[in-house]
Every structure is written in C-alpha cells, then in structure tokens.
C-alpha cells in the first residue's frame, strides 16, 4: 500500500501561484510514476500532469503547459507542482496520484494510489 498526502492548496487570486506537495509512504518511492489530477465542481477528474520514475519524463495536459511544471524529489518521497499564472478556471481540488506502470502514465484507470486532494481555488 501507498499513503499519499497532499498539501499547499489555498486561494489566491487570479495570475497568482501556488506550489503543492505530495508526500508518499509505504513503497519505494522511485518505483511509481506520479501524476496530479483535477476535480472541479460538478465535472470529472482530469488528467494534468505525469512525471516518470526517475523524473526524467513529463506530460501534460494541453491547458496548463507552460503554466505548471511537476518535479520530484525521490530522496523526499515527494513529488511537486509549481503552478504559475493560475486562472479562475484551474479552480479543482487536486489529486496526487501513485501509479506502477513503466513511463509516463496519463488515464487515470493506469494509477493505483489516490491522495485525498487538496482545494485550489484561483478568484478573478
């Protein structure tokens, strides 16, 4: 089993950034692909972005490329996502997800492990 938790979620306004933290436990750290997913009110999760094993490979979706960058740091069993020039409609609470598939994994049906999520919440 993974625990994963999530942290760094807020409000700020529009333009603003925010940083989140998922911090897994439980299995090696270096053997899952991690991904961050969004939920907003009243629509489905959606992908947003997956990074490798090693950190070496990044997807993301069309929406926030060039705004959010995932990392990892597999000494901290922690994987990141810098958001900058948020937008009202980035507004989700978001999901840090654990997955043992080889490469970047990018449909949601590929993750083994959810966090709980934390609230994004970018005003106008």
């Known amino acids: 089993q993974v625990q994963l938790v999530e942290s760094g979620g807020g409000l700020v306004q529009a333009g603003g950034s925010l940083r989140l933290s998922c911090a897994a436990s439980g299995r090696t750290f270096s053997d899952l692909a991690m991904g961050w997913f969004r939920q907003a009110p009243g629509k489905g999760r959606q992908f947003v972005t997956t990074i490798t094993r090693t950190g070496s490979g990044t997807y993301y979706t069309d929406s926030v490329k060039g705004r959010f960058t995932i990392s990892r740091d597999n000494t901290k069993n922690t994987v990141y996502l810098q958001m900058n020039s948020l937008k009202p409609e980035d507004t989700a609470v978001y999901y840090c997800?654990?997955?043992?598939?080889?490469?970047?994994?990018?449909?949601?049906?590929?993750?083994?492990?959810w966090g709980r999520g934390t609230q994004v919440t970018v005003s106008s």
């Open positions: 997800a654990a997955s043992r598939v080889f490469g970047v994994a990018i449909n949601a049906q590929s993750y083994d492990y």
